[in-house]
């Protein structure tokens, strides 16, 4: 033995010496110390972040269609083509005696077309 005591690096492995500075130092430096910890959050919050890409994509999908008036109504494979997915929403309300699913301030509720009888949805935008 030299005398050296050294410790791995939890970001990077790099040998670290703990003869000067703090005998507790888990990491080379303050930058492997924070990317350590960004890499711990982004980890946690992944999930999070998938399924709120999802959320806004909806979102996005029904502002489009919508544009700028205030009702619009299409067909359920139209809407999947578009690429919204019906398994994520925000929030649901009952409106006008229908489940209205949301997606933020943009939802749909399934009606029956008047004219073809085909069930489609009736998309709104709701004051928050
Ligand atoms: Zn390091």
Aim: hydrophobic share 25%; net charge positive.
């Amino acid at each position: 033995m030299d005398g050296k005591e050294t410790r791995k690096c939890r970001h990077c492995g790099t040998e670290i010496s703990l003869n000067k500075g703090r005998r507790d130092r888990l990491f080379c430096d303050e930058i492997c110390k924070n990317r350590y910890h960004n890499d711990i959050y982004f980890e946690k919050n992944s999930e999070f972040r998938r399924i709120n890409r999802i959320l806004k994509k909806n979102r996005d999908i029904l502002k489009f269609i919508m544009g700028s008036g205030n009702y619009f109504r299409i067909s359920h494979e139209r809407l999947k083509e578009a690429g919204f997915d019906f398994d994520y929403y925000t929030h649901s309300r009952n409106y006008e005696d229908s489940d209205c699913f949301f997606c933020y301030e943009y939802g749909y509720l399934k009606e029956l077309n008047p004219y073809t009888k085909n069930e489609s949805y009736g998309i709104v935008k709701c004051k928050l």
